[in-house]
């Protein structure tokens, strides 16, 4: 199982992102996945996540900001991050794999990618 995250960039406050995560060998039809993010010096934080049957949940310090989705034909994931804030800075990462229900328990998910760098600053 492989997932490969992109779309982190650097944006002023206010602006937009859309990450993206593609995952091979898994089919998310059928599991659970989930963004996490991390910024230096603070714990791995879980943004939202997704079941197989697109229950969605979010971390309430990203609820109306970001959106969560996935394309079960392509095996994509997506987060769509609007109105960012300097504290959404950070290394953002897709997870899958375990879980079926949403979670955003680190523990629950076995496969991680290799996470995207997301900077929010004027």
């Known amino acids: 199982v492989q997932l490969q995250a992109s779309g982190g960039g650097s944006v002023q406050p206010g602006g937009s992102l859309r990450l993206a995560c593609e995952v091979s060998g898994l089919s998310l039809r059928y599991y659970a996945i989930a963004w996490y993010r991390q910024a230096p010096g603070k714990e791995r934080e879980g943004v939202a996540c997704?079941?197989?049957?697109?229950?969605?949940d979010y971390a309430d310090s990203v609820k109306g900001r970001f959106a969560i989705s996935k394309d079960n034909a392509k095996n994509t994931l997506n987060l769509q991050m609007n109105n960012l804030k300097p504290e959404d800075a950070a290394v953002y990462y897709c997870?899958?794999?375990?879980?079926?229900?949403?979670?955003?328990?680190?523990?629950?998910?076995?496969?991680w990618g290799q996470g995207t760098q997301v900077t929010v600053s004027s």
């Open positions: 997704i079941s197989g049957a697109k229950t969605t």
């Open positions: 997870a899958t794999g375990g879980a079926t229900s949403p979670t955003r328990v680190p523990g629950e998910y076995k496969y």
